[in-house]
């Protein structure tokens, strides 16, 4: 589950990314190479509107009135505390790539990181999430540029490839062949209502004090010039 959903997200995105991801290799099946593309990179500015602790799940509203949440981890302790009406600057990044599973390989795992800290005196957060899933190839239609695939459960999803860049991709793979698919999902926030204020810490460099009864030293006492011996 990505951390930042918008509320007009369309499933149909969801599942040509994945295949999208696939496509991105470009490479023929028996490479086991992979490249990243960006899908996402949006910035904006929201307030926060409720805050689920149940769930974690924080419903926020952007300047331009849409909704929009943020999915906190079990692990949002590690994250600054959000209370409602909270002014966020929010950004989301986005990329997908894929490699192509070698036979016998376990699945892949995904995880989950967390961070927090300050930006210019102004709390912030960050979450990444590497979610990463096996899909294998059902079918492949080069004549209507179209593929299927299943998941772990088994559902098949057909999709349309309408790049041409990904045709050479599609005419590679063959009905068995497996992906490892991998979305990186971050989101960061800053927390724009609120500061910090800075820890000063002030060191004193001990000098060399005097110790009592001691005689301070003396300056010596400037000597008078000699009168030359042309002058006696």
Known sequence: MPFFNSRRASRALTVLSLITGCAVAGVPAHHAAAQ??????????????????????ILLRGDDGDLFTIDMPARRHALPHL???????VRSFKTLDATLAEPGTPQPESTVSTARGYANRHPHGTLVSFRRRRVRVISTNLTAHTLTVADASGAPKEVLITRTIFYPLLASLKKGDEVDVTTMDAVSYTVMNRTVAP???VQQQAGSAAQPGAVAPQSPAPVAPQPSAAAQ
Do not use: C, F, K, Y
């Open 36 to 57: 990243a593309i960006i899908t996402g990179n949006t910035t904006t500015m929201a307030t926060v509107e409720t805050v689920d602790a149940s769930t974690g799940e």
């Open 199 to 201: 820890n000063v810490q």
């Open 83 to 89: 209370n409602v009406a909270d002014r966020l600057s």
